[in-house]
Nanobody, 116 residues
Framework: QVLLAESGGGLVQPGGSLRLSCIAS????????LGWYRQVPGKERELVAS???????NYGDSAKGRFTISRDNAKNTVALQMNSLKPEDTAVYYC??????????WGQGTQVTVSS
């Protein structure tokens, strides 16, 4: 299996920036894509950004133009640079790894709070 360890969450003022990081371990050779999702109470988990091994990216509408996803050369870490943060970005952010097409793993989540 794949284990995902997230870090970088915290409290930031509106307009500020945060960088989230995720380290994948285990059967990392089986990973097809790494990405970030977020969830707030009462809502479904939603895509923030993802990137395949080949470098193809997919961004959620709320992230476009403000957030940037990146992966290292070994493709076993993924980061999310979040700029121009808004209060509505407040959520638990989860690292996600897709194995092939039909299986996926989740990190434990890291809290991001945007508030003045």
């Amino acid at each position: 299996q794949v284990l995902l360890a997230e870090s970088g969450g915290g409290l930031v003022q509106p307009g500020g920036s945060l960088r989230l990081s995720c380290i994948a371990s285990g059967t990392v050779f089986s990973i097809y894509a790494l990405g970030w999702y977020r969830q707030v109470p009462g809502k479904e988990r939603e895509l923030v950004a993802s990137m395949t091994n080949g470098g193809s990216t997919n961004y959620g509408d709320s992230a476009k133009g403000r957030f940037t996803i990146s992966r290292d050369n070994a493709k076993n870490t993924v980061a999310l640079q979040m700029n121009s943060l808004k209060p509505e970005d407040t959520a638990v952010y989860y690292c996600n790894a897709r194995i092939g097409l039909y299986h996926q793993y989740w990190g434990q989540g890291t809290q991001v709070t945007v508030s003045s």
